[in-house]
């Protein structure tokens, strides 16, 4: 069996870890000589040094919550953290959580996890500068981002997804590439980096990021701001009805205008996509495949006219 094709088969084989499939990747980068894929390979293996590394797939938009405390014994127990009470400078890496480990980190966290969202403690010292100004009279005693549990799913997935088109589209343009000797392709290397630009950093839509430029055959009839539409569309995905009440009540409570200004999903959409992977990893809801996942964010920047 071919290089390419193997790797294709491990990307499809969910019981086979990323972080093999990665491994086997890097094989590839040696014969292909792209010291990008090369790159991307090894920091999906070790790890991010720095968050201005971080692909836009690694970046998570979540919630804050925390335990407060107040006069005569009063409290409040996992109580939401509005940003807006916080200095500006801060909403912005509060409201993301920066995914730099190891994939095989996440893929532990996964296997570990009982279908839990999971946190990221605030630092102590925010705690303390800012925590009586969240909640009138009450003090916050510790906070934390949840980062829920789907995400970190949909994480891993993009991580599969892409290999799995980078290979594809690699095989295509030369089925011997993944058989050449150490930086001796069979394709040449201005092809190498177009396919590796267009399907591991370019237009391979994702659940975490959001990206509207989804490359797909199938076709959205998503029309703007026609919920009736995208109800119909992300129905024929296998959506089901009660997810899409609770879609509708969170399109409603974003700000649109920020969703288009960004194009970005705004925070409740984001959390709802969220429990849609969490659920469907449960067996709640049938199993959402990577090609769903894109759909229902493609559907959702039609919905929103983001193009």
Excluded at 120 to 135: H, K
Aim: proline share 4%; with cysteine; hydrophobic share 35%.
């Amino acid at each position: 069996m071919s290089l390419l094709r193997d790797i294709q088969d491990a990307a499809i084989n969910s019981g086979i870890e990323i972080s093999t499939v990665l491994r086997k990747c890097k094989v590839l980068s040696a014969r292909l000589g792209n010291s990008e894929f090369k790159r991307w390979v090894d920091q999906e293996l070790n790890g991010y040094e720095s968050i201005d590394d971080l692909p836009s797939y690694r970046i998570l938009t979540v919630q804050s919550k925390g335990h407060f405390s107040g006069p005569f014994g009063s409290g409040i127990k996992n109580g939401d953290i509005p940003l807006i009470c916080l200095p500006k400078e801060l909403r912005e890496s509060l409201s993301k959580a920066y995914c730099t480990q190891p994939i095989s980190a996440y893929e532990a966290l996964i296997k570990s996890s009982k279908g839990d969202n999971f946190q990221e403690q605030w630092p102590p010292d925010l705690v303390a500068l800012y925590g009586g100004e969240i909640y009138q009279n009450m003090s916050c005693m510790t906070a934390w981002k949840t980062i829920p549990y789907g995400l970190i799913v949909a994480l891993i997935d993009t991580v599969r997804n892409r290999v799995l088109n980078f290979v594809i589209e690699l095989e295509s343009e030369s089925p011997d590439a993944g058989e050449s000797p150490i930086n001796k392709p069979s394709i040449s290397r201005d092809k190498i980096a177009h396919v590796f630009n267009t399907t591991i950093y370019g237009n391979v839509g994702n659940i975490a990021d959001g990206s509207s430029n989804i490359n797909q055959t199938a076709t959205l009839n998503v029309h703007k701001d026609d919920l009736s539409s995208l109800r119909t569309e992300l129905g024929k995905l296998g959506i089901p009805q009660a997810e899409l009440d609770e879609l509708e009540i969170s399109i409603k409570a974003d700000d649109k205008k920020e969703v288009i200004k960004n194009k970005n999903l705004g925070l409740q959409v984001t959390n709802w996509l969220g429990g849609l992977f969490t659920k469907s990893a449960k067996g709640v809801i049938p199993v959402l495949q990577g090609l769903t996942a894109n759909m229902i964010t493609k559907a959702l920047f039609l919905y929103y006219g983001i193009e």
